[in-house]
């Protein structure tokens, strides 16, 4: 017995590197999501991009995912086990999953990992992906902008992280570019996703005044509060966020922000299949189709649209940068010199606010 | 800072639509728990009311009969785990966090289709003229009707726990089923209503939450209430009063430190985000170190009971 187990695993052993050479086996791709494939946002639109790997790849490609991981010592049993359960690629897409990740690729060195939003990359075999989330709310911002009566627009913050400190400032930026007497309130949620949190906040922040409602949390609720309150002779705008949130359109969801990860899971999947398959650390934006803005309803009038459509077309081009200088922190010393552009590095670990917003960033 | 932006009327009033889903479902625990049994499940009853309520709402058009599906919903999942550890004996424990993962599994499938819809929901109560009172019209008077059921649950409840046979028979399976079954008392029997009646609150509050504070359906929309109801009734020490105690405490700082963040407060926000659960702990524990050791856990909480044992 003890014999036939051993052939049985040579056998299997055997056919597996066969296989493989002849990439006959199906690849195995794993996707480890922050929140419910249902949450209509973030995680919605990453479940999205692994339906159009099966679509592109067909029989080529399994895809396997598991759903609602909390980030932490959790995320790491998740990850190893997908490995383990013989994922040759395994996408983890959260930012709390930063560490976790490395940790597991020391231990799995031909697993390839790939891991959205963060930064470090401490082994052969990991390589991180983010979009320049920055762009999309550079448009936001001058909508917003726009928009509000009361002159205060509101920042639903999920962690006080690189990429949601980069939103805040861009929005900020932009709807003072717009309307001078503007005013940011920022109100974090500590959480990516809790509905009814996020409603608590919207509530808070129209009893406070705010009219329009910008999100960096996933879940549709603050867009279900805002219309509640319209329903009842309020008069908010909101943003769909991640996805499109278009259920909530013409109002209060004016506009929204777009996740599009296919382009790049099929590109990132595809080098996997054809050998080409490189380590990197990916940034696109609305060049490369990541970063989209959903349309833009009839609620916003028609010369604000056409600002924003310009917007879009000028940060396409690769004319214009939302982090353009002249532009001071918030503490009054000067950040970017008159017509000076970001660094792709001080955005990645930017830990300030711009001049303007009045509020600590807690750490 | 401009904490004049925060009105205390709207404060008081938010605050107990923040409150009402976690304190129906800590008073439905307290229930089971008082009967001898831990159901670690409240989470996944919850959603599942949360779902069965949305989508009796969204089919019918009636909130009202949302709510007595999510109370129906909520029971019957309870009454799985009630035969499974009542009647085949299974560890409360285990079938208590089985019973949360079916829950969200379950509620995720049943709501694909209603992602994005939009539910009627209840309107406030018209008391007429009383809800122009200055503050309290809004505080009292100016809410939907299942605030005020909630509340009356907890009178009832602690009525009826410390006034009336049936609850100190409850009381009795719970701090001794052996001496309960030797007066003739159905243990099981008892113990099988109070699952189904922590089941149908706990559904009741999680259709609170998709009909009236988020008021909408998502996946996992729960997020942890269900745990935050558990805990509750072990630092309320297994009494009504401190239940509702708990529960407003939490929802009220909770929508309190956002009132306080957006209002641009000079205090830390990470202190802010921690306080509903600091200082709700806090209270309850000095509470009930005050109130001597009268109010600890029922005595055969969580053990299993057989007749033939």
């Known amino acids: ?363 | 800072m401009d904490l004049t932006a925060i009105s205390p009327t709207l404060l008081v009033a938010s605050l107990m639509v923040a409150a009402t889903p976690i304190l129906l479902a800590a008073l439905g625990e307290m229930v089971v728990e008082k009967s001898g049994v831990l159901n670690l499940g409240v989470e996944g009853m919850m959603i599942m009311g949360a779902i069965t309520g949305f989508i009796a709402a969204v089919e019918t058009g009636s909130p009202w009969l949302g709510f007595g599906a999510a109370v129906i919903g909520g029971a019957a999942v309870a009454l799985l785990f009630g035969v499974l550890t009542q009647v085949l004996l299974s560890n409360q424990v285990a079938t208590g966090l089985a019973l949360t993962l079916f829950g969200l599994g379950l509620s995720s499938l049943l709501g694909q289709g209603y992602v994005g819809i939009k539910a009627t929901s209840l309107g406030r109560l018209d008391f007429g003229p009383l809800s122009d009172i200055p503050f309290f019209g809004r505080v009292l008077f100016g809410h939907d009707p299942i605030v005020y059921i909630s509340l009356l649950v907890v009178v009832a409840v602690w009525a009826f726990l410390r006034f009336t046979r049936a609850g100190l028979i409850l009381r009795a399976v719970g701090e001794s089923h052996e001496a309960a079954h030797a007066l003739g008392y159905h243990v099981r029997r008892v113990r099988l209503m109070a699952i189904a009646f922590g089941g149908a609150c706990a559904g009741l509050g999680g259709a609170y939450l998709s009909l009236v504070r988020v008021p909408q359906w998502t996946e996992g929309m729960t997020a942890g209430a269900g745990w935050i109801a558990l805990a509750i009734v072990v630092f309320a020490s297994w009494r009504a009063p401190r239940v509702l105690l708990g529960a407003y405490l939490f929802g009220g700082i909770t929508v309190l430190q956002l009132n306080l963040q957006t209002a641009g407060a000079q205090v830390p926000v990470e202190l802010l985000s921690a306080a509903p659960y600091l200082v709700t702990i806090l209270v309850l524990v000095l509470i009930s170190l005050r109130a001597g050791r009268s109010g600890d856990a029922p005595a055969d909480l969580g053990k299993p009971f057989h007749a033939s044992s």
Do not use: C
């Not at chain 1, 359960?85 to 930012?95: H, K, N, Y």
């Not at chain 1, 959480?191 to 808070?204: G, I, S």
């Not at chain 1, 590109?267 to 349309?295: C, K, N």
């Open chain 1, 1 to 363: 017995m003890k014999f036939t187990t051993m052939l049985a695993g040579a056998l299997s052993l055997g056919l597996t590197g066969a296989a493989f050479a002849d990439a006959h086996e199906p690849l195995k791709v794993g996707f480890v999501y922050v929140g419910p494939v249902g949450d209509g946002g973030w995680t919605y639109q990453h479940d999205q991009g692994r339906l159009a790997v099966e679509e592109e790849f067909g029989d080529r490609v399994e895809t396997v995912y598991q759903e609602s991981v909390p980030e932490g010592a959790d995320a790491e049993r998740v990850i190893t086990q997908m490995a383990l359960g013989g994922a040759d690629i395994i996408f983890t897409t959260s930012f709390g999953y930063m560490d976790p990740t490395n940790n597991v690729a020391a231990k799995f060195p031909d697993v390839k990992f790939e891991h959205a939003t963060g930064f470090k990359r401490e082994h052969p075999n990991v390589s991180t992906y983010d979009a320049r989330f920055y762009e999309g709310r550079a448009v936001l911002g001058t909508i917003a902008g726009h928009l509000t009566e009361t002159d205060k627009i509101g920042y639903i913050a999920s962690f006080p992280i690189p990429e949601v400190i980069q939103g805040i400032n861009s929005t900020y930026l932009h709807a003072k570019k717009v309307n001078p007497d503007v005013e940011i309130v920022v109100t974090w949620a500590y959480t990516w996703f809790d509905p009814a949190k996020e409603a608590d906040a919207a509530r808070a922040m129209i009893d406070q005044g705010v009219d329009v409602i910008l999100q960096h949390t996933d879940s549709t609720a603050p867009q279900a509060a805002a219309q509640e309150a319209n329903a009842n002779g309020a008069r908010i705008f909101t943003f769909g966020q991640a996805s499109d949130m278009s259920a909530f359109a013409p109002t209060p969801r004016v506009a929204s922000i777009i996740d599009n990860w296919a382009p790049y899971y099929i590109e990132r999947v595809g080098a996997l299949m054809d050998g080409t398959y490189e380590q990197t650390a990916s940034w696109g934006g609305m060049p490369e189709g990541e970063v989209v803005i959903g349309e833009i309803t009839d609620a916003v009038p028609a010369e604000v649209k056409a600002e924003a459509e310009a917007m879009i077309a000028a940060i396409t081009a690769g004319e214009y940068h939302p982090f353009t200088g002249p532009i001071n922190k918030a503490d009054g010393s000067v950040w970017l010199e008159d017509g000076q552009v970001a660094e792709d590095g001080d955005l990645l670990s930017m830990d300030f606010y711009v001049e303007g917003i009045e509020a600590e960033i807690p750490n």
